[in-house]
């Protein structure tokens, strides 16, 4: 049986990644394709249905991202959300014009039609509207669905399983988003809702063992849940033709190489081998402080670290990593070059050239959907609940140049942060919890004495899948004993500050 699919067209829209998730929660995979996505590649995939995001442009300013004309003469079912519907508006033979009442916020949706897409929805409801453009002239036999006070809300050509809306479902201020949502792939594409975590293990199995073949392979493995899960799933496919290798590239946490590596022997069935790479690492960083440049060094560190080894072990054609779908887009855009948010090290860092294949079997997952991954497969709960830590290690949470005395700053500090977030009982609670070394100094009085010395910084966020993340307001009395035992315990440090900032705008990482 094909797993069904129902593709998501991404014009910019900040809330495109929601949708996905969204569409997943209802038990159907999604994937996310730059609205530019050539028709024969969408066709290629055979959707279910095609969802076209919202987005900052107007239909009608100059370079605004309009997809191939071929999209409109899809024979399955269409949703337009916000920009998404006027594009389809606009095409169709409506009209699209600047509102004089922009709606950004809440408003109320008056449904005026017994559309298939507002099935067991009341009459009035609470959306989620965001749009300076509205339509102010329905396309020829299309009919309005939904209204709010200020413009049109919804539309349909129900002939044609078009349906266009202008407010968000996929954000929680629209309460009935996820029921709309849910109409459209149940009742309008007709979808079987039966894409589970289960379901996701035994189908990837099946391709890794397809792609790999009699082949052998190595996987880097990190100790986090993304490569382990990884791992573990090709272990399933190929047995013991998967050498794991966990390298220490001198940027991990403080006796974390050692720690980690006898977890994954102790508890995995997997053959691991650890790899002291340090030295690598660490040589051609000197000096260098921007964070792009960073990522993109320790990424072909890691690969050819990784080709040495296959290449002792010989016969090695595969690289095994943990890539998530949200390292993916962020690091292609669909809007260009400039609008990249970062290069992951397992993404953008990779090298042109390389002399392994790559096997990638959780590019299209979420973290929490890796998580479930993995308790699907068993693995132990400590494993699975490890918060994220960057590839890049302590690299990207030291600001500026990476030397041998900030990484000792750092991780001392950091495993103080770790205790205590631990004794509080709340590790388990918070998505990321970590220090960051700052690259200023700041006045200080300690022991009657002037000092100028580090600012490390705090950071702790609530997040599902780390495309998004608010910070946690950690109690007063344990921000206090972090920072008393820092300043106290980590020499060269008189300083503790707490970053207070959400994604959007800032990102999880410093760098």
């Known amino acids: ?129 965001s749009h300076g453009d509205r339509i102010e002239t329905l396309p020829p036999d299309f009919v309005v669905i939904g209204r709010s006070e ?27 988003g996820k029921q709309i949502l849910k109409n459209f792939l149940l009742e309008i594409c007709k979808c079987r809702a039966d894409w589970t975590m289960s379901s996701f293990a035994e189908s990837a199995v099946t391709e890794i063992s397809a792609q790999i073949g009699q082949s052998q392979a190595v996987c880097g493995l990190s100790g986090g849940v993304d490569s382990t899960v990884a791992a573990t799933l090709v272990d399933r496919a190929i047995g013991d033709r998967l050498t ?31 790899v002291d790479a340090g030295r690598e690492f660490l040589e051609p960083l000197a000096g260098v402080e921007d964070p792009e440049a960073k990522r993109k060094i320790i990424g072909e560190q890691f690969i050819r670290v990784f080709e040495r080894e296959a290449k002792k072990l010989g016969g090695i054609q595969f690289l ?56 699907e497969l068993g693995l132990p709960e400590s494993l699975i609940q ?6 890049p290690g302590l690299s990207v949470r030291i600001i500026g140049e990476v030397t041998e005395a900030r990484l000792y700053t750092l991780r001392e500090a950091d495993k103080i942060v770790e205790q205590e977030i631990k004794g509080a009982d709340l590790y388990a609670k918070i998505w990321q919890s970590f220090a960051v070394l700052l690259p200023v100094k700041s006045v200080g009085v300690m022991g009657d004495e002037r000092t100028y010395e580090n600012v490390i910084a705090i950071r702790a966020v609530h997040s599902v899948d780390g495309m998004t993340a608010d910070w946690v307001p950690l109690p007063h009395e344990l921000l206090g004993r972090i920072s008393s035992r820092i300043v106290n315990e980590v020499r060269g440090v008189n300083r503790v500050v707490y970053d207070v900032s959400s994604k959007p705008p800032s990102t999880i990482e410093w760098e």
Not at 85 to 110: C, D, T, W
């Open 386 to 391: 490890r918060q994220p830590f960057p590839g």
């Open 244 to 274: 794991c290798i966990f390298v220490d590239n001198g940027l991990l946490r403080k006796n974390e190489f050692e720690e980690v590596l006898q977890e994954l022997q102790e508890k995995l069935s997997l053959n691991v081998v650890g």
């Open 1 to 129: 049986m094909t797993q069904e699919t129902v593709l998501i067209l991404d014009f910019g829209s900040q809330y495109a990644q929601l949708i996905a998730r969204r569409i997943r929660e209802a038990g159907v995979y999604s994937e996310i394709l730059p609205f530019n996505t050539s028709w024969k590649e969408i066709e290629a995939r055979h959707p279910m249905g095609i969802v076209l995001s919202g987005g900052p442009d107007s239909v009608f300013a100059e370079g605004a991202p309009h997809p191939e004309k071929e999209l409109y003469d899809f024979q399955g079912p269409l949703l337009g959300i916000c920009y998404g519907m006027q594009l389809m508006a606009h095409h169709y033979g409506g009209k699209v014009s600047p509102s004089q009442n922009r709606e950004y916020g809440k408003a109320i949706l008056q449904i005026v039609d017994g559309s298939p897409l507002f099935q067991d929805l009341p009459k009035k409801t609470e959306v989620w509207m």
């Open 320 to 375: 095994v990593q943990g890539t998530l779908y949200p390292d993916v887009i962020e690091s292609v855009s669909v809007l260009g070059p400039s609008a990249t948010i970062k290069s992951h090290h397992n993404v953008g860092g990779l090298p042109e050239k390389m002399n392994l294949s790559l096997v990638e079997p959780l590019k299209n997952l979420f973290k929490d959907e890796v998580r479930r991954v993995g308790q």
């Open 150 to 176: 200020n413009a049109l809300a919804g539309m349909a050509h129900e002939d044609r399983k078009i349906y266009g809306i202008q407010f968000h479902p996929e954000v929680v201020h629209t309460p009935c």
